[in-house]
């Protein structure tokens, strides 16, 4: 694949993601048939969040997903002064996202260029689970967590999931397998349960697969293979195999979407993604594919997340509805981070490296 091609598929799933995130949002704890009734084709155009929420508005889901980003590109930056690509560094992200929720603003000390967003600092219905996990890590060093400490919480819920899709942006030369298992990894700094870290490792692989060129459904059978070689897979391997039979034995519409859960579930949440996606496949679906992935009686800003990151992959950005695109919250810095992560994997030592460890890139992009 084109290093062009590839650049599209980054901007498809960062921006898939947050319409995806900003369409469902509104109707998340909405009642499916009350949804049908208001909306009788389904959630097909941003609407007002029942908190004030401006319609465009996107959630915790999106601004967890742009730390991801931030903290990869962070990773790769470290590995000119030999200290090595580790995901522990994406943990140390998802702590200034920990900040954006605690805090009423940024500080006069900033940790990189995207903890001093003013916008990230609104508090989007963050899970439960992740401020607890994060905030419970910080302890000891201040401001640092402890690199590498998993959750000790028994939760498979979809804050895990639905921030991973990153992982699977990352070029070619990260293996397969390493590309599941990190995204598992940084799930689980937050969800401790097996089906929290390993549906979270699928999506990652799936989203590597469409990169690599592959169709939805060649690049679901490649994921299915690699999740069953890990212990504790059945849920995921389950909820996954369910999804493709109703994608190809039942109507697409919010009855069926809701035969797989509520999507509050990891495995849940990527079943009912990865049904939308499969229902409506084609490029100029991909708004019937994010209607259907949001209108039901769950967390339809996770699921419909989920779904765009998965679609915007396999298409790229130019199959994104424009109109969304035009009006969704934070889209010229959602741009910039997927332009930055392109440049960072595809030119980094241009931007340090023999350049020195100080510079301007450095500034927006330190390596920790």
Same mark, same amino acid.
């Given at each position: 694949?084109?290093?062009?091609?590839?650049?599209?598929?980054?901007?498809?799933?960062?921006?898939?993601?947050?319409?995806?995130?900003?369409?469902?949002?509104?109707?998340?704890?909405?009642?499916?048939?009350?949804?049908?009734?208001?909306?009788?084709?389904?959630?097909?155009?941003?609407?007002?969040?029942?908190?004030?929420?401006?319609?465009?508005?996107?959630?915790?889901?999106?601004?967890?997903?742009?730390?991801?980003?931030?903290?990869?590109?962070?990773?790769?930056?470290?590995?000119?002064?030999?200290?090595?690509?580790?995901?522990?560094?994406?943990?140390?992200?998802?702590?200034?996202?920990?900040?954006?929720?605690?805090?009423?603003?940024?500080?006069?000390?900033?940790?990189?260029?995207?903890?001093?967003?003013?916008?990230?600092?609104?508090?989007?219905?963050?899970?439960?689970?992740?401020?607890?996990?994060?905030?419970?890590?910080?302890?000891?060093?201040?401001?640092?967590?402890?690199?590498?400490?998993?959750?000790?919480?028994?939760?498979?819920?979809?804050?895990?999931?639905?921030?991973?899709?990153?992982?699977?942006?990352?070029?070619?030369?990260?293996?397969?397998?390493?590309?599941?298992?990190?995204?598992?990894?940084?799930?689980?700094?937050?969800?401790?349960?097996? %089906? #929290?870290?390993?549906?979270?490792?699928? *999506?990652? &692989?799936?989203?590597? +697969?469409?990169?690599?060129? @592959?169709? =939805?459904?060649?690049?679901?059978?490649?994921?299915?293979?690699?999740?069953?070689?890990?212990?504790?897979?059945?849920?995921?391997?389950?909820?996954?195999?369910?999804?493709?039979?109703?994608?190809?034995?039942?109507?697409?519409?919010?009855?069926?979407?809701?035969?797989?859960?509520?999507?509050?579930?990891?495995?849940?949440?990527?079943?009912?993604?990865?049904?939308?996606?499969?229902?409506?496949?084609?490029?100029?679906?991909?708004?019937?594919?994010?209607?259907?992935?949001?209108?039901?009686?769950?967390?339809?800003?996770? %699921? #419909?997340?989920?779904?765009?990151?998965? *679609?915007? &992959?396999?298409?790229? +950005?130019?199959?994104?509805? @424009?109109? =969304?695109?035009?009006?969704?919250?934070?889209?010229?810095?959602?741009?910039?981070?997927?332009?930055?992560?392109?440049?960072?994997?595809?030119?980094?030592?241009?931007?340090?490296?023999?350049?020195?460890?100080?510079?301007?890139?450095?500034?927006?992009?330190?390596?920790?």
């Amino acid at each position: 694949m084109s290093e062009e091609m590839w650049r599209a598929r980054v901007r498809g799933c960062l921006l898939g993601g947050a319409i995806g995130d900003a369409l469902g949002g509104p109707v998340e704890f909405d009642d499916g048939r009350s949804i049908v009734a208001k909306y009788p084709d389904g959630v097909r155009a941003f609407v007002a969040g029942g908190d004030g929420w401006p319609p465009g508005t996107i959630t915790d889901d999106t601004q967890m997903t742009l730390f991801t980003v931030e903290g990869l590109i962070r990773a790769n930056v470290r590995t000119d002064r030999g200290l090595g690509f580790t995901v522990a560094v994406v943990q140390h992200a998802y702590d200034r996202w920990l900040d954006t929720q605690t805090l009423p603003g940024p500080s006069g000390e900033l940790d990189g260029w995207l903890q001093g967003e003013q916008w990230l600092y609104a508090r989007r219905a963050p899970g439960n689970t992740c401020l607890s996990a994060l905030t419970e890590a910080r302890k000891g060093e201040p401001r640092i967590p402890q690199y590498g400490a998993e959750a000790v919480n028994d939760s498979k819920g979809c804050g895990g999931v639905m921030r991973v899709a990153p992982f699977g942006l990352l070029p070619d030369y990260f293996p397969a397998d390493w590309i599941f298992d990190s995204a598992a990894t940084a799930a689980g700094y937050t969800h401790g349960h097996p %089906t #929290g870290k390993l549906a979270s490792g699928a *999506l990652a &692989a799936i989203i590597r +697969e469409l990169c690599n060129g @592959a169709g =939805l459904d060649d690049a679901l059978s490649k994921t299915t293979s690699l999740l069953t070689q890990h212990e504790g897979h059945e849920e995921t391997s389950t909820a996954l195999s369910f999804a493709r039979h109703l994608a190809k034995t039942a109507p697409a519409g919010p009855v069926t979407v809701e035969r797989l859960g509520g999507g509050w579930i990891a495995e849940e949440a990527l079943a009912i993604a990865v049904f939308a996606a499969l229902a409506y496949p084609e490029p100029e679906q991909f708004l019937d594919a994010l209607s259907l992935a949001v209108t039901h009686s769950g967390d339809s800003d996770s %699921t #419909g997340a989920i779904c765009g990151n998965i *679609l915007g &992959a396999l298409h790229g +950005e130019t199959a994104l509805p @424009a109109e =969304l695109v035009f009006t969704v919250e934070g889209r010229p810095v959602i741009l910039q981070l997927a332009d930055d992560f392109a440049l960072e994997f595809t030119q980094g030592k241009r931007l340090h490296g023999d350049y020195g460890p100080h510079t301007t890139w450095t500034t927006r992009y330190p390596g920790w």
